[in-house]
Structure formats: structure tokens, C-alpha cells
């Protein structure tokens, strides 16, 4: 159930990405679906992460000035590295996902324009500052959006786990140096 | 459903992500093109799927932000509705004047024998989206090649130039603007035909300004000057208004100017425009049998 949610908020954030910029500009500097993405690998479903990643990443290419593929690339490759990462360390903390996060965005940000520059198609965006600005956007943005994912997805983790563990009955336990009085 | 053990995940990931990523790569080196060559139909199909999904969208997200600037817009309605009550009585005698010069330019041009010439055929067209990437700043419009688009062609608002088409699907199209076109414009500062300040106009990585090269430092240019295509460049029309001049770094007589135009079309906010449905004159055969064009090929 939980990854059906996941795609649906990967919809979403495809479209909002498509529509939000002609809306108000900064909304450009939020990439919505790697959020997604990076939080599909961080719950350690990896293949479904790639593919998220590839779909994703060729949605947002089709209404881009920037090469067909660019963003497909850039994505995969970010949710295998957070994949692999979470297979080796505990990130099941938020403070400690939030890093993860500006990680992703960074090295995404530095995939896409090096696929660029290498197939001679260079970006019109200045780079220092497109960076800068994506990776301070992407983060609260990331941030805000895995809180509300922790409050959605975590209240059904816990109403399932009471309805397969019922509580336990408390006994009373007794006093030991009131059976010695007994005595 | 065959259900894969952890250990399993992990070793096919790997091979996934290479599949994933090649195919990736294949459409990337597919897409990758020059500026001016013909588009991918790869393109064509992906940018077709996505309007169906964005136009409506784009629409709703649009009506929501339009309801709530109508409401915020209704505090100033009254003193706005006194000045253009205003402007509209100025307009009328305007208008009033204009038509006389109307029917002047008329007898003067049928005293002189001069025919009249079409200008190019017009398609308005709106600003469904924006570029989905931040290291892009295209824009999408409603109108493609069902409408007569095609790749090149010149997109105005009243304001002057914006930029030019540079993909198109049946429905849609995409539009490179002017400040963000890697490739320069034939431009003239003044009036073409009278003025000696010829030279090439492209973005210049300073967002709301494009730079203008090549014209020699000999010539004057002063700051507030009209700046106009030339026609040279084999995609724009001649005539239409570029921006003015905002600053002039001098030249000298070996160095060429170096000139700041500020854009006459606001860019960033603009809604709708205009597509020339304006195809430039095919170029001579001399120029295809150059020995790059042999190269290429």
C-alpha cells in the first residue's frame, strides 16, 4: 500500500514541478520529484526507487530546454547512491535524512550539468548560483514534505502494529517482602 | 508475484540502475543535437504525452492564483477605473487624430504607386508553462504544429522580440527567450538603413539584459537608443524592436563596443503572445556548397 502512495505523490510532484514555476519563479529551484525519489530510497525499496527515478526524471526532461534523459540519468543514479547508503548506515532518523537530502540535491545538480557540458549542450543558468539556490530550496522543501510523509505514513505503521500486537494484559506482580511478612 | 530475497534486491540492483542509466544515456546522445538542426521526434511524442496533463493543470493552478489576484485587486478598482477613464478620453483623440493620418498616408502612398505590402501572418498564442528545470528557462505556448508553427519561428508580444520557437509537437511548442538563446540575433542600434551600428545581439548571462558585440568603437551609440533586428541571421524578420541601449562600454577604433540592451517585451511576466508565422527566405545556393557545409555532411 505504502508504495502506491508513493507513486501517487510522485505524480503530483511531477506536475507540480511542470506547473508551479509559471506561477511564481522561486518554485524553480524545487525539485519536487527527486524529493520523492530520494524518499522512496531511503525506505529501502531500491528497484522501485530507480525506476521512480528514471520516469520521473524523463517527465520533467520532456518540458525542459535540457537533454531528454538528463534528469532520468541524474535521478537514478541518486536513488541507487541513497539506496546503497541506507543499506549500510541506520538513516531512519529525520536529522539525519535532512543531509542525506542536500547530498542528493548537490550531486544531482552536478550529474545533470556534467551530462550537459559533456554532450556540448551547455545550461543558461549560472552555476554557482542555480545550485545554491536548488540546494537551499530542495532541502526545506524536502524537509516539510518528509515530516508530513512522517506523520502520514507512520500513523498507519502504528494503527496496523496495535491491530497485529494486542496489548499485553499487566499483571500485577507480587511483593516479595510482603510474602516474607507471611511467613 | 515472484517475491526476491534482500540478498537478492541487492545484487540485481546494480544491473537495474546500468540498464536505467544506459537507456538514459541513449536518449540523451539521441536528443543531443545543434541548435538550428531539425528536432527529434522523441521529443515531439514526450512533449505531446506531457500537455495533456499540463494544459489542464497549468489552467487550474492559473484560475485558483487569477480568483485570488481579482480579490486583491479590488481595493485599488476605483481609483484605477478613474485613470482609465481618463486614458480612454485621451486614446479617442488620439485615435481621432490617427485615423486623418489614416486617410493622408493612404493618398500620399496611391500618389506615389506604392503597393501594399503584407506584413507576416500572426498567431496569438498563450503561456501554458514554464521550463521544468532551473538550468533552463524556456516557455511553453498552446499553439503547435497543427497551428502552422514551425521550429524558428519568431515569437513577439506588443512589447517587442521575445525569442524564437525551438521545439515543436502538434499542439504545443517551446520558446527559447532571447536573454537565455546562446545563439545571436543580426541586430542594428537605430534605424536600419540610416544607422552603421550593426553588430550581434546575445544573452550575456546577466538575466534581464543581453549584450550587443561586434560594433566598432568608431560609431556612436548613445544610451536610450532603439535596437532592431536586422534580418541578417536567417531567422528574424527585419524591424522588430529589440530594447534600448542601457549602457555603452566604448571601444576603440581596433576594439569593438561593447553595448547592455534592456529587453522592450517583459519577460518575466508576460502571459501571451504572438507567433510570426514567418519563415526567412531560403538561403543561396553559394552558401551550401561552403567546405563545412561538405564536412557535415
Given at each position: 500500500m505504502e508504495h502506491v502512495k508513493i507513486t501517487v505523490a510522485l505524480i503530483i510532484a511531477v506536475l507540480l514541478q511542470w506547473t508551479l514555476r509559471n506561477v511564481a519563479e522561486p518554485f524553480a529551484y524545487i525539485d519536487f520529484p527527486l524529493i520523492i525519489v530520494v524518499y522512496a530510497a531511503l525506505q529501502g525499496s531500491s528497484i522501485r526507487a530507480l525506476f521512480y527515478g528514471t520516469f520521473a526524471g524523463i517527465a520533467v526532461d520532456a518540458l525542459s530546454g535540457g537533454l531528454l534523459g538528463a534528469n532520468g540519468f541524474s535521478k537514478t543514479l541518486i536513488a541507487f547512491v541513497v539506496s546503497e547508503l541506507v543499506r549500510r548506515v541506520y538513516v531512519d532518523n529525520l536529522l539525519l535524512r535532512i543531509p542525506v537530502l542536500a547530498g542528493a540535491c548537490l550531486l544531482d545538480d552536478l550529474v545533470?550539468?556534467?551530462?550537459?557540458?559533456?554532450?556540448?549542450?551547455?545550461?543558461?543558468?549560472?552555476?554557482?548560483?542555480?545550485?545554491?539556490?536548488?540546494?537551499?530550496?530542495?532541502?526545506?522543501?524536502?524537509?516539510?514534505?518528509?515530516?508530513?510523509?512522517n506523520v502520514i505514513f507512520t500513523e498507519n505503521v502504528k494503527r496496523a502494529k496495535r491491530e497485529v500486537f494486542t496489548p499485553r494484559r499487566q499483571t500485577r506482580r507480587r511483593n516479595p517482602i510482603r510474602l516474607s511478612d507471611r511467613r | 508475484m515472484v517475491e526476491r530475497t534482500q540478498k537478492e534486491v541487492w545484487k540485481i540492483t546494480p544491473w537495474i540502475m546500468l540498464l536505467?542509466?544506459?537507456?538514459?544515456?541513449?536518449?540523451?546522445?539521441?536528443?543531443?543535437r545543434e541548435a538550428n538542426s531539425e528536432q527529434r521526434v522523441i521529443r515531439v511524442w514526450a512533449q505531446t504525452t506531457a500537455d495533456f496533463v499540463q494544459s489542464p493543470a497549468t489552467s487550474l493552478s492559473s484560475g485558483i492564483s487569477n480568483y485570488f489576484q481579482s480579490i486583491s485587486s479590488l481595493r485599488t478598482a476605483q481609483s484605477e477605473n478613474d485613470i482609465l477613464k481618463q486614458r480612454i478620453q485621451e486614446l479617442e483623440i488620439e485615435v481621432q487624430n490617427s485615423k486623418s493620418l489614416t486617410v493622408e498616408n493612404e493618398r500620399l502612398k496611391s500618389l506615389l504607386g506604392l503597393k501594399e505590402q503584407s506584413a507576416y501572418k500572426t498567431l496569438s498564442a498563450q503561456i501554458i508553462g514554464r521550463d521544468s528545470s532551473a538550468w533552463f528557462d524556456t516557455s511553453i505556448?498552446?499553439?503547435?504544429?497543427?497551428?502552422?508553427?514551425?521550429?524558428?519561428?519568431?515569437?513577439?508580444?506588443?512589447?517587442?522580440?521575445?525569442?524564437?520557437?525551438?521545439?515543436?509537437?502538434?499542439?504545443?511548442?517551446?520558446?527559447?527567450?532571447?536573454?537565455?538563446d546562446k545563439s545571436g540575433l543580426g541586430a542594428v542600434v537605430g534605424e536600419l538603413g540610416t544607422s552603421n551600428a550593426l553588430g550581434v545581439v546575445s544573452s550575456n548571462g546577466r538575466k534581464e539584459l543581453l549584450e550587443m558585440g561586434y560594433v566598432p568603437g568608431s560609431v556612436e551609440v548613445k544610451v536610450g537608443e532603439g535596437v532592431y533586428t536586422t534580418g541578417q541571421d536567417g531567422i528574424y524578420p527585419a524591424g522588430l524592436k529589440i530594447g534600448e541601449v542601457v549602457e555603452v562600454r566604448a571601444g576603440s577604433a581596433t576594439v569593438a563596443q561593447q553595448i547592455f540592451i534592456q529587453p522592450s517585451a517583459k519577460l518575466s511576466s508576460m502571459q501571451e503572445v504572438v507567433v510570426l508565422l514567418y519563415e526567412p527566405p531560403p538561403r543561396p545556393e553559394f552558401d551550401k556548397s561552403l567546405p563545412n557545409a561538405a564536412k557535415k555532411k
Open positions: 545533470y550539468y556534467g551530462m550537459h557540458r559533456l554532450l556540448g549542450q551547455e545550461p543558461t543558468g549560472p552555476f554557482v548560483t542555480t545550485i545554491a539556490y536548488t540546494l537551499i530550496g530542495t532541502t526545506i522543501a524536502g524537509t516539510i514534505i518528509f515530516l508530513l510523509f | 536505467l542509466l544506459l537507456s538514459n544515456f541513449v536518449l540523451m546522445a539521441f536528443d543531443a505556448i498552446n499553439r503547435g504544429s497543427l497551428d502552422g508553427v514551425k521550429l524558428n519561428m519568431p515569437i513577439v508580444t506588443n512589447g517587442g522580440l521575445v525569442g524564437r520557437v525551438t521545439a515543436v509537437s502538434p499542439l504545443t511548442a517551446q520558446v527559447a527567450l532571447i536573454t537565455k
